[in-house]
């Protein structure tokens, strides 16, 4: 499996991004996809996940309410619409399926100025 992950950048705080995630090398229907971050000098965290159809979805407790986790299975795509960014939300984001132990992708850089 192999994953790209974009849509990162510099917002200012109450600021919006949408982070895309490609991901290729498996049949992507089939597959529970998450989202994970990782703060600079911090551990990883999980942040949402999906199951295959997109049917069934949960967050993690700073992300409910601000964050949506979608896909689309006709392109292998994944996507988290997140909106009132704030400061701690400041991390690199990664995609990968739920249940294997991929390779991580390169991530994408969020960086939420107060």
């Known amino acids: 499996a192999h994953f790209v992950e974009s849509g990162g950048g510099l917002v200012q705080a109450g600021g919006s991004l949408t982070l895309r995630c490609t991901a290729d090398?498996?049949?992507?229907?089939?597959?529970?996809m998450t989202w994970i971050r990782q703060p600079r000098g911090k551990e990883r965290e999980w942040v949402a996940l999906i199951d295959g159809s997109g049917g069934s979805v949960s967050y993690a407790h700073f992300a409910k309410g601000r964050f949506t986790i979608s896909r689309d299975n006709d392109r292998s795509m994944l996507y988290l619409q997140m909106n009132s960014l704030q400061p701690n939300d400041t991390a690199v984001y990664y995609c990968?399926?739920?249940?294997?132990?991929?390779?991580w992708g390169q991530g994408t850089q969020v960086t939420v100025s107060p």
């Open positions: 990968r399926r739920r249940d294997f132990y991929d390779d």
């Open positions: 090398g498996f049949t992507f229907r089939n597959d529970a």
